[in-house]
Structures are given as structure tokens and as C-alpha cells.
């Protein structure tokens, strides 16, 4: 039975303290909660994986910071927002279906690999965890879940899955047959290879146990007990490796390797077989074997001392001549590197030949007498210190060794002893250097590749070694006419030689010379030319010395030419000159024929002097040098040229001197002049122009610059000679006075004319300059030394008055018109005249009454007896009778000649009065005294 009544103090304060327990009890609970709240909440958005939660409708309401992180996303943005939003679109559909079956069974679901969107648009693959939290009620509260990133692991394993089949790809794909068994034997792996290799029937390859294949294997060995004991041992110790090769009845042969598979701890899984067919390499070794062997005997038999070495440097062969060279067996040497090959030859370790032919090294290379290197080859001559006490020379020839891939295998040399015949190459070597001849070899190209000094000497260089560098092509640098040299080529590949060619050379200096050659070509045992070999000789100054002699040989013919022409003309002039002489004296000839004989008398005279100048020009004997005007010489030259040049030319004369004398043959004067304007007139070859002669005195002191061409300070006489022509190049200027140098054409010039002009000068103690400018004309100024006159020269005139007498005269001359002429003048003048055109006549005439004559007139040159036989006759007779020879022609006798001879005078044709009774009356007054 419940009693009711007002609840007492006690049951109120008991009430109150319960109370307060449940609320102490609900604040712990509360701040339990909280407390468990704040670690889950930080284990939530400390979480390495995305925690998220959506609700019915599969919007995010909840997703922890790790999105930030994982993502590139704020959390705070993608509340409220579709799932799907970053969710591959090929990947929704699983993803919607997962969230499906966690609603459907509300049991924890596993979602598959899918793809999420980063933020900076690359694809990550994910997979989730779900479960579906409902209420009392049944209905869904809402989807929590993770997201884990694995998209590493993905790439990891799909690259495991990669290297998995790449590695049976190999296996498969190898040419070795590979074959794995278990730590029991049984076969796991055999790929085809391997099966083919056996030719292992179906049968034996369904079976996974390896007894059956290895019976099948070992009975198509030639040696299957030794086979199956070398497998059973190795099964009995499956930590060994073995390498062996297998012989099969068929020839066959396999390569076989094995090890063991162990694991990490150490462990035996088994062992690993491969077997790879080297029947061919086999074959080839055995065939390289029986190759090498024929080599080493064809080694072992070249004369020549031959070793080779690999690619290593050590050495593989080592022939019995280098044994007998070096005294060090095969034995001893093969197998060697490290340079031990040098040891015998050098006595130190050093790279040689058949070294540097794979590895050049030009300050070692250096150190050879000489080397040529061509394709893969290495020759040199070398001093060999260590080698018969240091008194050898050895040639060797270094080759590259090559594979069929062209890869360098090694090197082979040949060394050669040379010792005596570089003895001997030493000894002609010297005759060589030192032969006056010069003497060379050239290749067909016309490179020069060896040369002695004198040839280099020939050609103006310094030395052999400056002839080889420079001169590449002989025919344009040597030959002043290149098509020469390919002639001489011809003609030596036609007959073998050509013996004592003159060549016109070049030499360096651009000055040409004359040489003889005498050639011939050296070719291969197969015909072809190696090179040609020649002899040089200078023959410059003999090729002068036989200019010289041709031009006196030309200048004799035209002496005597011009002797012969002078002989007849000045007869003919004497005719033309007396008559007239006469004619002038004749009583009542009027004033106008008076001016016309004084006109005939004058060109007579003239044609004269025109031939006295002409025989002074054709003499070239008279070399001796006596003072002389050279003023009178400069006329006589103006005269003959005017006579010999176009009137289009004109010549202008301007002597500015009288004190002229100088020291010179009159001869070689007028060479120089004539050279001068000579060529002066050929430079004005349009045929117009103004050709200038001067003559002045000049002084020279310390300062002038002809000092520099070796004249001392004094007085000069200076010879000017000018033209208005098309001048001279600056390129040839400086060589215009060597010989042979002309820029005329063939057949208008020798080369020799300004040559003779400087010789003859220099001669003379002076010296010629030239100035001259293209297209403006050339001056020429010669100095030569003025000579102090030791007497006052007097020019006295002539006198006008022409004296006669009584006497009788003896006139022999073979010239009718002459006699005549010379009779009727000496009979004008009071003389008593006996003519005659027949020297024996005169003689017998004088011989029948020497007493009769008091004087004899006789020509030179007569038929049957000349004057001079005529003289000696009549002084035989008569030794006190004065005789004066008048000749047309002085070469056969000068003035000097005919006075010893016994003439009392000297006359030369064309007679002329005035000359003649002077020498009359002279004779005659000083046989009187």
C-alpha cells in the first residue's frame, strides 16, 4: 500500500543529491564526449586519407583538410557539392554503384581503383572505404567514407606487370636457351629456344619433372655419362657455378652456364641453366687457329724483322728475323705489353712506330731521321742506340690492323736494317750536297721533293729545304715559258731522257738565267712514274758570252757590208764632189748655178760624214777608253738617226755644255746613244712623238741621291734621253737592265740592248737612271765623270786658201772617173799630172823614170796589186818619194798603219780639194826640208 504525504527534509536532500551525481555524472560523460570528439575530429583532419561524408542525395556535407593537400582543394569550398564533380566521368558509374551496394546492405564497402581530378587538372587514381550510418527509424543519416591515393602504387604495379612480360619476352626473344628447375629438380621454366635447340619431342616438354629431358639431352651428347655425372654433381653442390662446353653427336656445340637462385637470407630456390650454341664461333675459332698458324709461318718467313701486337699492346707475334735482329726469342717476347718490344732497340720503354701509327705523337715523331705517314701506314728511319753498340739505322713500316668490322684489332711492323746503306746514301749524299751541278727531283705535277744546294743556288733560294717548300709547280714558277716543260714531259715519256736542253729559267728575284738540263723519269715495277730526276748547269754567262760574240759577228758583216758599200759610195761621192768642186771654179758661172753646185758640194759632204758614221758604228773592236767630246759624238748619232727614224718623230737637241770631255771609247758611245733612242723610238709606236737629247754638266755633292748609286761627288757630264712613248710598268722597272729581260716580241728585241748600255757605262765610271711613267713616256739620264782637259783645245777653221805648184804627180786609182777628177783639180791647181787606173802600169811607169815623179797619189784597194804592194815597190825604187794613200774604205788600214808602212799621208773618200791640196803641199814642203 503507497502512502502519500508531504516528501520530509531527508528525502528532499536525498532527491537533491542524486541530482547532483547525475549531473556530475552528465558533465563527465559530456566532457568525455568532447574529449573524444577533439580526438577524433584531429585524428580526422590529421588523416593521411580523405575523409568525407555524404548525404542521401550524394552531397558532400563533411571532408576533411587532407583534401587540400592530397587534392589542391579547399574543404570549405566543395561542401555542398556533387561528389561526381571531381570524379573521372568514365569513373561515376562504378563509384555510384559501390555507394549503392553500402545503402543496400549497410555493410562496410570496398570501392575499386578510380580517378579523381587534382586541382591543376591531372587525373589521380583513388580507392574508397564506405559504410551507411541510418537512424531508429531506418532511414539513411547519412555515407562516411575514405579516400586513399593510390596512384603510385598503380604505376609501380603496372610496371611490375611491364617488367614481368618484358622479362619473359626475353627470355623467349634470346639466343640462349634457358632453362630454371627448383631446389627439387622440377622444371619451372624452358623457354623455346631451348627446346628447339634438343629438338625435345612434345612428349618430353608436357612433363614437368626434369629427369626425362635431362636422359633425352645426355644420349644426343657424344659424352652422356660425363654429362650426367657433371649434372649430378651440381645438384649435390647448389651453391657452385660451372662453365663448360658440350659436344653432341652432330657436331653441335653448346655453351653451358649455371649458378643457383638464392634468396636474400641465402636461401636455395633452385638453379638457373643456360646454353648457347657456339658451333660456328667454334668452327671459326679453329679456322682463325689454322689462319693465325699460316700467318705466324708466313711471318716466321719474311725476311724483314716483323712483330705484332693487339689492341692492348701486347705482343701476338714475334718472327724468327727480329729474333736474330734483337737476339730475344718468341718465347720471351709474346704475350708482353707495357712497351717491352722497345727494350732491345731503345734500352727504355717508349712508345714506337707501331705504336704511333695508331696514336700519333708528333714530339716523339720528331725524334725519327724522317717519317711519312699515309692511310693507316707509318714509315721512319731512326738512329738506334741500343741496338750493335749504337751504330744502326733501321727503317720500319708501321700498318693498322683492322677487324671485317673496321674496328682496330692491333698493329703489325717491319723493321729493316739500313745501316750500310745509309753509309752509303751518306756518301752520296755528300757528292750530292756539294756537286756544282745543280740536281733535283719533281713528281709529274712539278712539286720539287728534293734538290741540292747548288741547285737551289741556280734558282736564287737560300737553301734545298726553301726549294721544297716554295716551288710546287715548275712550270709556272720556274719555266719562263711553261709550255716547255710539258714538251720536255712528252719527250721523256716517249724515250726515257733528254741530255743537254737549254732552258730559259726564272729565278726567284723575278731575274731570268739560262740553264742546260738533262732529265730522266723513274717509274714503279708496274710502269708508272714516280717521279722525274735532273741535272741543272748555269750557262747564263756563257749564253752571253755567245750573245756577244753573235752581235760581233753581226756587227763584223755589217763592218764589212758597210765597208764595201763605203768603198764604192764615197767613189761615187768623190766623182760627185770634184766635178762639182770644180764646176764651181769654172769662169762665168752665173749665181744661180753657183747656189746649185754649193747645194750638191754640201750633200756630198754630208753623204760623207753619213758614211763615216756609219763605219764608226759598225766597228766593235776598238774597246780602249781616251778622252774624248762627247758632244761631237751626241751630233753625229742626231744626224744618223734623223736619216734612220719617221719624220713623224721629232728630235729635239739640247747641248747645254762645252766643257764635254770624257773618258770612253767614241765606239761604245755610240752604242749607248743609238740603244737609247732606239728604244726610245720603238716606246712611240704610233709613230709620233718627241724624242729628246740633252747633254749639261752637272755637279754632285754628298746629299744627291746618285751618290747611293756609287758615284763620288765631282763634276758630270749628264746624257739625257727623253721620249713621250708609252712608258715603262713599275713591276719591270727594276729588271729592264738585266739580260735576256725584254717586253718586245719575239724576233723585235734580244733583251740584251739596256744591258750592253749599263755594262758599258759602269765601264765608263758612271751611272744610268730611269724615270718613267706609264702612258706619259720614259727618261733615261746617264752620268759619266767629266775629264779635265790638260790643254786648251783650239778649233781653228779651216783655211780657205788652196795652194798649187809645179811638181809632177803620180794618180793611181781603178776608178777611171776618180783618176780623171784628180788630174784636172791638181792640174787647176799648176801640177803636172800623170794619170793611170792600173797599179802594175803605174809601177812599171815609175820604175822606167823614178827621177820623173816628185809625189805619188794611190788608191787602197785595186785589182792585181794593191796600194799597199804598190808602195813597197815604188820606195824599193825610190825610198825618199812621199806617197799619200786616199782609200774609200779605213778598215783594212788605219792612219797609224799606213805612216809605218811608209805613206807620208792619210786621206780619206770622198775627195775634197781643199783636203787634198793640203796634203800635197805638206808632203811636198817637207821632203824639201
Given at each position: 500500500?503507497?502512502?502519500?504525504?508531504?516528501?520530509?527534509?531527508?528525502?528532499?536532500?536525498?532527491?537533491?543529491?542524486?541530482?547532483?551525481?547525475?549531473?556530475?555524472?552528465?558533465?563527465?560523460?559530456?566532457?568525455?564526449?568532447?574529449?573524444?570528439?577533439?580526438?577524433?575530429?584531429?585524428?580526422?583532419?590529421?588523416?593521411?586519407?580523405?575523409?568525407?561524408?555524404?548525404?542521401?542525395?550524394?552531397?558532400?556535407?563533411?571532408?576533411?583538410?587532407?583534401?587540400?593537400?592530397?587534392?589542391?582543394?579547399?574543404?570549405?569550398?566543395?561542401?555542398?557539392?556533387?561528389?561526381?564533380?571531381?570524379?573521372?566521368?568514365?569513373?561515376?558509374?562504378?563509384?555510384?554503384?559501390?555507394?549503392?551496394?553500402?545503402?543496400?546492405?549497410?555493410?562496410?564497402?570496398?570501392?575499386?581503383?578510380?580517378?579523381?581530378?587534382?586541382?591543376?587538372?591531372?587525373?589521380?587514381?583513388?580507392?574508397?572505404?564506405?559504410?551507411?550510418?541510418?537512424?531508429?527509424?531506418?532511414?539513411?543519416?547519412?555515407?562516411?567514407?575514405?579516400?586513399?591515393?593510390?596512384?603510385?602504387?598503380?604505376?609501380?604495379?603496372?610496371?611490375?606487370?611491364?617488367?614481368?612480360?618484358?622479362?619473359?619476352?626475353?627470355?623467349?626473344?634470346?639466343?640462349?636457351?634457358?632453362?630454371?628447375?627448383?631446389?627439387?629438380?622440377?622444371?619451372?621454366?624452358?623457354?623455346?629456344?631451348?627446346?628447339?635447340?634438343?629438338k625435345v619431342p612434345q612428349h618430353i616438354r608436357e612433363e614437368e619433372d626434369d629427369k626425362a629431358l635431362l636422359q633425352y639431352v645426355a644420349s644426343l651428347t657424344r659424352y652422356p655419362e660425363q654429362f650426367l655425372e657433371k649434372v649430378k654433381y651440381l645438384y649435390g653442390h647448389p651453391n657452385e657455378t660451372s662453365r663448360d662446353e658440350i659436344e653432341f653427336k652432330d657436331g653441335t656445340v653448346l655453351d653451358r652456364y649455371t649458378s643457383s637462385v638464392l634468396g636474400k637470407e641465402g636461401k636455395n630456390y633452385g638453379r638457373i641453366w643456360t646454353f648457347r650454341d657456339i658451333t660456328d664461333r667454334k668452327r671459326a675459332e679453329d679456322a682463325l687457329q689454322e689462319s693465325q698458324q699460316q700467318l705466324s709461318n708466313i711471318i716466321n718467313f719474311l725476311p724483314d724483322a716483323t712483330f705484332v701486337i693487339d689492341h692492348k699492346g701486347s705482343v701476338i707475334a714475334w718472327n724468327h728475323a727480329i729474333e736474330e735482329?734483337?737476339?730475344?726469342?718468341?718465347?720471351?717476347?709474346?704475350?708482353?705489353?707495357?712497351?717491352?718490344?722497345?727494350?732491345?732497340?731503345?734500352?727504355?720503354?717508349?712508345?714506337?712506330?707501331?705504336?704511333?701509327?695508331?696514336?700519333?705523337?708528333?714530339?716523339?715523331?720528331?725524334?725519327?731521321?724522317?717519317?711519312?705517314?699515309?692511310?693507316?701506314?707509318?714509315?721512319?728511319?731512326?738512329?738506334?742506340?741500343?741496338?750493335?753498340?749504337?751504330?744502326?739505322?733501321?727503317?720500319?713500316?708501321?700498318?693498322?690492323?683492322?677487324?671485317?668490322?673496321?674496328?682496330i684489332v692491333g698493329a703489325i711492323e717491319s723493321i729493316r736494317d739500313i745501316t750500310d746503306r745509309r753509309r752509303v746514301e751518306e756518301k752520296y749524299k755528300t757528292i750530292f750536297d756539294n756537286a756544282v751541278m745543280g740536281i733535283y727531283q719533281a713528281t709529274a705535277a712539278g712539286r720539287i721533293i728534293s734538290a741540292n744546294q747548288a741547285f737551289a743556288h741556280i734558282l736564287g733560294y737560300v737553301s734545298p729545304e726553301e726549294v721544297m717548300e716554295k716551288v710546287v709547280d715548275?712550270?709556272?714558277?720556274?719555266?719562263?715559258?711553261?709550255?716547255?716543260?710539258?714538251?720536255?714531259?712528252?719527250?721523256?715519256?716517249?724515250?726515257?731522257?733528254?741530255?743537254?736542253?737549254?732552258?730559259?729559267?726564272?729565278?726567284?728575284?723575278?731575274?731570268?738565267?739560262?740553264?742546260?738540263?738533262?732529265?730522266?723519269?723513274?717509274?714503279?715495277?708496274?710502269?708508272?712514274?714516280?717521279?722525274?730526276?735532273?741535272?741543272?748547269?748555269?750557262?747564263?754567262?756563257?749564253?752571253?758570252?755567245?750573245?756577244?760574240?753573235?752581235?760581233?759577228?753581226?756587227?763584223?758583216?755589217?763592218?764589212?757590208?758597210?765597208?764595201?758599200?763605203?768603198?764604192?759610195?764615197?767613189?761615187?761621192?768623190?766623182?760627185?764632189?770634184?766635178?762639182?768642186?770644180?764646176?764651181?771654179?769654172?769662169?762665168?758661172?752665173?749665181?744661180?748655178?753657183?747656189?746649185?753646185?754649193?747645194?750638191?758640194?754640201?750633200?756630198?759632204?754630208?753623204?760623207?760624214?753619213?758614211?763615216?758614221?756609219?763605219?764608226?758604228?759598225?766597228?766593235?773592236?776598238?774597246?780602249?777608253?781616251?778622252?774624248?767630246?762627247?758632244?761631237?759624238?751626241?751630233?753625229?748619232?742626231?744626224?744618223?738617226?734623223?736619216?734612220?727614224?719617221?719624220?713623224?718623230?721629232?728630235?729635239?737637241?739640247?747641248?747645254?755644255?762645252?766643257?764635254?770631255?770624257?773618258?770612253?771609247?767614241?765606239?761604245?758611245?755610240?752604242?749607248?746613244?743609238?740603244?737609247?733612242?732606239?728604244?726610245?723610238?720603238?716606246?712611240?709606236?704610233?709613230?709620233?712623238?718627241?724624242?729628246?737629247?740633252?747633254?749639261?754638266?752637272?755637279?754632285?755633292?754628298?746629299?744627291?741621291?746618285?751618290?747611293?748609286?756609287?758615284?763620288?761627288?765631282?763634276?758630270?757630264?749628264?746624257?739625257?734621253?727623253?721620249?713621250?712613248?708609252?712608258?715603262?710598268?713599275?713591276?719591270?722597272?727594276?729588271?729592264?737592265?738585266?739580260?735576256?729581260?725584254?717586253?718586245?716580241?719575239?724576233?723585235?728585241?734580244?733583251?740584251?740592248?739596256?744591258?750592253?748600255?749599263?755594262?758599258?757605262?759602269?765601264?765608263?765610271?758612271?751611272?744610268?737612271?730611269?724615270?718613267?711613267?706609264?702612258?706619259?713616256?720614259?727618261?733615261?739620264?746617264?752620268?759619266?765623270?767629266?775629264?779635265?782637259?790638260?790643254?786648251?783645245?783650239?778649233?781653228?777653221?779651216?783655211?780657205?786658201?788652196?795652194?798649187?805648184?809645179?811638181?809632177?804627180?803620180?794618180?793611181?786609182?781603178?776608178?777611171?772617173?776618180?783618176?780623171?777628177?784628180?788630174?784636172?783639180?791638181?792640174?787647176?791647181?799648176?801640177?803636172?799630172?800623170?794619170?793611170?787606173?792600173?797599179?802594175?802600169?803605174?809601177?812599171?811607169?815609175?820604175?822606167?823614170?823614178?827621177?820623173?815623179?816628185?809625189?805619188?797619189?794611190?788608191?787602197?784597194?785595186?785589182?792585181?796589186?794593191?796600194?799597199?804592194?804598190?808602195?813597197?815597190?815604188?820606195?824599193?825604187?825610190?825610198?825618199?818619194?812621199?806617197?799619200?794613200?786616199?782609200?774609200?774604205?779605213?778598215?783594212?788600214?788605219?792612219?797609224?798603219?799606213?805612216?809605218?808602212?811608209?805613206?807620208?799621208?792619210?786621206?780619206?773618200?770622198?775627195?775634197?780639194?781643199?783636203?787634198?791640196?793640203?796634203?800635197?803641199?805638206?808632203?811636198?814642203?817637207?821632203?824639201?826640208?
Amino acid at each position: 500500500m503507497t502512502v502519500t504525504g508531504k516528501p520530509t527534509y531527508k528525502d528532499l536532500e536525498h532527491k537533491i543529491r542524486m541530482l547532483e551525481e547525475e549531473a556530475i555524472q552528465n558533465r563527465q560523460a559530456l566532457q568525455q564526449m568532447q574529449e573524444d570528439e577533439a580526438k577524433y575530429r584531429l585524428l580526422v583532419e590529421n588523416s593521411y586519407d580523405i575523409i568525407w561524408a555524404l548525404n542521401a542525395d550524394l552531397l558532400l556535407t563533411y571532408i576533411s583538410p587532407s583534401l587540400k593537400r592530397m587534392l589542391g582543394y579547399e574543404s570549405s569550398r566543395m561542401i555542398g557539392k556533387p561528389f561526381r564533380n571531381i570524379v573521372h566521368p568514365d569513373d561515376v558509374a562504378i563509384c555510384e554503384y559501390y555507394l549503392r551496394q553500402a545503402i543496400q546492405t549497410g555493410e562496410y564497402i570496398t570501392c575499386p581503383e578510380y580517378r579523381v581530378r587534382h586541382a591543376d587538372g591531372a587525373w589521380q587514381w583513388h580507392v574508397s572505404g564506405v559504410k551507411a550510418v541510418f537512424a531508429d527509424d531506418g532511414s539513411l543519416t547519412y555515407l562516411i567514407g575514405f579516400s586513399r591515393d593510390v596512384t603510385e602504387r598503380k604505376l609501380a604495379r603496372e610496371e611490375l606487370i611491364w617488367k614481368t612480360a618484358f622479362l619473359e619476352a626475353q627470355v623467349e626473344a634470346t639466343l640462349d636457351g634457358i632453362l630454371v628447375v627448383d631446389s627439387e629438380g622440377r622444371r619451372i621454366l624452358a623457354n623455346q629456344h631451348i627446346l628447339d635447340i634438343w629438338k625435345v619431342p612434345q612428349h618430353i616438354r608436357e612433363e614437368e619433372d626434369d629427369k626425362a629431358l635431362l636422359q633425352y639431352v645426355a644420349s644426343l651428347t657424344r659424352y652422356p655419362e660425363q654429362f650426367l655425372e657433371k649434372v649430378k654433381y651440381l645438384y649435390g653442390h647448389p651453391n657452385e657455378t660451372s662453365r663448360d662446353e658440350i659436344e653432341f653427336k652432330d657436331g653441335t656445340v653448346l655453351d653451358r652456364y649455371t649458378s643457383s637462385v638464392l634468396g636474400k637470407e641465402g636461401k636455395n630456390y633452385g638453379r638457373i641453366w643456360t646454353f648457347r650454341d657456339i658451333t660456328d664461333r667454334k668452327r671459326a675459332e679453329d679456322a682463325l687457329q689454322e689462319s693465325q698458324q699460316q700467318l705466324s709461318n708466313i711471318i716466321n718467313f719474311l725476311p724483314d724483322a716483323t712483330f705484332v701486337i693487339d689492341h692492348k699492346g701486347s705482343v701476338i707475334a714475334w718472327n724468327h728475323a727480329i729474333e736474330e735482329m734483337t737476339g730475344i726469342k718468341a718465347a720471351d717476347m709474346l704475350g708482353r705489353g707495357n712497351y717491352e718490344y722497345s727494350l732491345p732497340f731503345y734500352g727504355i720503354r717508349k712508345p714506337i712506330l707501331i705504336d704511333l701509327v695508331m696514336m700519333p705523337q708528333k714530339e716523339i715523331e720528331a725524334g725519327y731521321v724522317s717519317t711519312l705517314r699515309g692511310d693507316n701506314v707509318l714509315e721512319g728511319e731512326a738512329y738506334i742506340p741500343a741496338l750493335r753498340g749504337g751504330e744502326a739505322y733501321l727503317y720500319g713500316r708501321a700498318s693498322i690492323l683492322r677487324d671485317s668490322q673496321g674496328n682496330i684489332v692491333g698493329a703489325i711492323e717491319s723493321i729493316r736494317d739500313i745501316t750500310d746503306r745509309r753509309r752509303v746514301e751518306e756518301k752520296y749524299k755528300t757528292i750530292f750536297d756539294n756537286a756544282v751541278m745543280g740536281i733535283y727531283q719533281a713528281t709529274a705535277a712539278g712539286r720539287i721533293i728534293s734538290a741540292n744546294q747548288a741547285f737551289a743556288h741556280i734558282l736564287g733560294y737560300v737553301s734545298p729545304e726553301e726549294v721544297m717548300e716554295k716551288v710546287v709547280d715548275m712550270a709556272q714558277q720556274v719555266y719562263v715559258q711553261p709550255e716547255q716543260r710539258n714538251e720536255l714531259m712528252r719527250e721523256m715519256n716517249e724515250h726515257g731522257a733528254v741530255y743537254d736542253r737549254e732552258i730559259n729559267i726564272i729565278r726567284k728575284d723575278g731575274n731570268q738565267a739560262w740553264v742546260t738540263v738533262n732529265m730522266r723519269t723513274v717509274r714503279d715495277s708496274g710502269a708508272q712514274v714516280l717521279y722525274y730526276e735532273g741535272a741543272i748547269q748555269d750557262i747564263t754567262e756563257r749564253k752571253l758570252l755567245e750573245l756577244q760574240l753573235r752581235q760581233a759577228q753581226k756587227m763584223e758583216a755589217i763592218g764589212t757590208l758597210a765597208g764595201g758599200i763605203a768603198h764604192d759610195f764615197n767613189n761615187i761621192l768623190s766623182a760627185v764632189i770634184g766635178y762639182a768642186e770644180m764646176a764651181r771654179q769654172e769662169p762665168g758661172i752665173n749665181e744661180r748655178l753657183q747656189r746649185y753646185l754649193a747645194q750638191i758640194y754640201k750633200a756630198g759632204i754630208r753623204a760623207g760624214e753619213l758614211i763615216r758614221q756609219i763605219l764608226t758604228f759598225s766597228r766593235q773592236t776598238d774597246e780602249k777608253l781616251y778622252p774624248l767630246k762627247i758632244g761631237t759624238i751626241v751630233k753625229e748619232v742626231i744626224k744618223l738617226l734623223r736619216a734612220s727614224i719617221p719624220a713623224t718623230i721629232e728630235i729635239r737637241q739640247r747641248i747645254e755644255c762645252t766643257a764635254d770631255t770624257i773618258l770612253a771609247n767614241p765606239t761604245q758611245i755610240h752604242q749607248v746613244l743609238m740603244n737609247l733612242c732606239t728604244n726610245a723610238v720603238h716606246a712611240m709606236d704610233t709613230g709620233k712623238g718627241i724624242l729628246q737629247i740633252g747633254l749639261a754638266s752637272v755637279s754632285l755633292n754628298p746629299d744627291d741621291v746618285m751618290i747611293r748609286q756609287g758615284l763620288i761627288p765631282g763634276m758630270y757630264v749628264r746624257l739625257k734621253v727623253s721620249d713621250t712613248g708609252h712608258g715603262i710598268a713599275p713591276v719591270i722597272r727594276d729588271k729592264i737592265f738585266d739580260p735576256f729581260f725584254t717586253n718586245k716580241k719575239p724576233g723585235e728585241g734580244t733583251g740584251m740592248g739596256l744591258s750592253v748600255v749599263h755594262g758599258i757605262v759602269k765601264k765608263c765610271g758612271g751611272a744610268i737612271t730611269v724615270d718613267s711613267e706609264e702612258g706619259k713616256g720614259t727618261e733615261f739620264n746617264v752620268y759619266f765623270p767629266h775629264l779635265t782637259e790638260t790643254r786648251e783645245e783650239q778649233q781653228e777653221e779651216e783655211t780657205a786658201c788652196i795652194v798649187g805648184g809645179k811638181e809632177t804627180i803620180l794618180v793611181v786609182d781603178d776608178e777611171e772617173v776618180l783618176v780623171d777628177i784628180e788630174t784636172k783639180m791638181l792640174t787647176g791647181l799648176g801640177y803636172r799630172v800623170l794619170g793611170m787606173t792600173k797599179s802594175r802600169e803605174a809601177l812599171d811607169l815609175f820604175r822606167a823614170r823614178p827621177d820623173r815623179f816628185d809625189l805619188v797619189i794611190t788608191d787602197m784597194t785595186m785589182p792585181k796589186m794593191t796600194g799597199f804592194e804598190l808602195v813597197r815597190e815604188i820606195r824599193h825604187i825610190r825610198p825618199d818619194v812621199p806617197v799619200i794613200l786616199c782609200t774609200g774604205f779605213s778598215e783594212l788600214v788605219t792612219k797609224e798603219q799606213a805612216m809605218s808602212l811608209g805613206f807620208r799621208d792619210y786621206i780619206m773618200k770622198p775627195i775634197v780639194l781643199s783636203q787634198l791640196a793640203a796634203a800635197i803641199r805638206h808632203a811636198l814642203d817637207e821632203k824639201q826640208q
